[in-house]
């Protein structure tokens, strides 16, 4: 893993930044998560809640409004019990008579409900029945209402409270119906617990998660971190060599032949102060070369300063290349040939002298590594001109086939990284700089495309670069 490295005792000097970044966002992450989850469970408890209270009302309604209709047609007298009433409500209890419960008769079917009550009031609010368990708490009003009643044993109550009439429209008294909330509060006392027990567990594993989310997202910035750091230890090893060179040059010049003693140079002394300047000018160019190519790469990454893209013909470009190198494939023996298809559409979309410079780098780098005797094929085809899966007519290809040493497949991942050689002694002896393969694949994948690798060591290599074409109204 990318932050194997990242010990959260001992972190490397190096990554100690992106070790404490880590540490910010997921504690980020994990506050953000964890207000959400606090927010939502508080939330979820509350609406659970006022559900359940509302059911319950709901429920007492019902039950008063039931029990409301069925006694009215029986009362008489205001404040009396009638035998008609007696009937309806057997384990009704007089309050002026001793109570008896008589389990072999059945009340009404709603009264069955666990944990509710009945209680008739005359109008000046006194008890005149009862049925149940009744809080000690009466709650007497003239019109109808939903109250919270308190027993002395801290059980808590909800009640309906509704006005009574006589068959002949006269106010008797009062109609009260409860219910125990006994069940609900210890329901809600359940989900109290499991949210509270729930909810750190849930936070530990948000901040688990948030760590692995965090990593996942420092992970871009950290490679480019690295890449920034082998950057600069790869160019400031390319430019300290010529630069070394320069120097010891110039202060063996100045040794041996000061300025004060100009006027008494020996002939011998001048052919050898000439000597010098050969190397000076060989590493300047060097470092000059070295300068382009960062400009180079550092141009096509940003996109800034970069001219309008014009339409380029491929094949006129690859004769280009082809003239280009034609003198050196003849001095170093390399047979050098060229197949353009005759596709219709072979034209792309870009820049000309970067696409030139994209053949230049791939062309010179397969003339550089193929022995006398060789060839080097550059062949310009389109994908619908290809058989298999991959075929793909909006793009154009340009194949750079050659018969040199192969690349190892070890190196082939790391080819087109900035100074990577696959021989280093080899390509310093000819002034290269590893960045030329680089600088490739950047164009190409300026220009949309892209460019792959096929090679095998000691039969050659071959660079697929792949262009989107330009769009014709004819294909």
């Known amino acids: 893993m990318l932050f194997s490295k ?12 992106f070790w404490l970044t880590r540490w910010r966002l997921t504690a980020l992450y994990a506050s953000t998560m964890g207000v959400i989850l606090t927010a939502t469970a508080i939330g979820f408890y509350l609406a659970m809640a006022q559900d359940h209270r509302r059911e319950i009302d709901h429920r007492l309604e019902t039950v008063a409004s039931t029990l409301h209709d069925s006694l009215e ?9 009638t035998p008609l009433v007696s009937q309806l409500l057997p384990n009704l209890c007089i309050a002026t008579t001793p109570c008896v419960a008589n389990p072999d008769r059945h009340v009404l079917g ?18 005149v029945a009862i049925s149940g368990d009744p809080p000690d708490q009466v709650i007497h009003s003239t019109a109808a209402g939903l109250h919270t009643l308190h027993k002395a044993d801290g059980v808590t109550y909800r009640q309906m409270s509704l006005p009574l009439k006589n068959a002949a429209g006269i106010p008797w008294g009062y109609l009260q119906v409860g219910s125990s909330l006994e069940v609900l509060n210890q329901h809600l006392s359940w989900v109290r617990w499991v949210l509270l027990l729930g909810l750190p567990l849930a936070l530990g594993l948000v901040w688990v998660v948030s760590w692995w989310v965090a ?35 110039t202060e063996s010049i100045s040794r041996d032949h000061p300025i004060a003693n100009a006027a008494s140079r020996t002939e011998t002394q001048a052919v050898e102060a000439q000597a010098v300047l050969p190397v000076v000018v060989r590493q300047t160019q060097r470092l000059t070369t070295l300068v382009n190519d960062l400009l180079i790469l550092s ?20 004769k280009d290349i082809e003239e280009e190198f034609a003198a050196l494939a003849l001095a170093k023996g390399i047979h050098l040939t060229t197949v353009v298809s005759d596709a219709p559409t072979l034209t792309v979309r870009g820049h000309e002298s970067e696409l030139y410079r994209l053949l230049l780098n791939i062309v010179g780098n397969a003339l550089e590594y193929t022995p006398q005797g060789g060839s080097v094929t550059m062949r310009l085809d389109t994908r619908d001109g290809r058989r298999g899966p991959v075929s793909d007519p909006r793009y154009a290809l340009i194949e750079v086939k050659d018969t040199g040493l192969g690349i190892a497949p070890q190196d082939q991942a790391k080819i087109f990284d900035r100074f990577y050689r696959v021989n280093p002694d080899r ?6 700089s590893g960045l030329g393969l680089a600088i490739a694949r950047a164009i190409a994948q300026a220009h949309g495309g892209d460019i792959q690798l096929k090679s095998v060591v000691g039969q050659g290599s071959c660079f697929t670069i792949q262009l989107p074409r330009v769009a014709q109204a004819n294909t």
């Not at 990242?6 to 930044?17: C, D, F, I, V």
């Not at 871009?220 to 920034?228: D, E, F, G, L």
């Not at 390509?427 to 290269?432: D, F, I």
Request: no cysteine; proline share 9%.
């Open 73 to 81: 047609p029986s009362l008489d007298q205001p404040g009396q019990i």
């Open 299 to 318: 141009r096509l990454e940003q996109d800034d300063d970069r001219s309008a893209p014009t339409q380029v013909y491929l094949p006129d470009l690859v």
């Open 427 to 432: 390509s310093r002896q000819t002034g290269g």
């Open 215 to 249: 990593g996942l997202a420092i992970r871009p910035a950290y490679r480019a971190y690295r890449q920034i750091q082998q950057f600069t230890a790869d160019a400031a090893h390319e430019l300290r060599t010529p630069l070394a060179a320069i120097r010891l040059s």
């Open 6 to 17: 990242l010990s959260l005792s001992k972190p490397a000097p190096y990554a100690r930044p």
């Open 110 to 127: 709603l009264l069955h409900q666990q944990g509710y009550y009945l209680r008739l009031l005359n109008l000046s609010g006194e008890m």
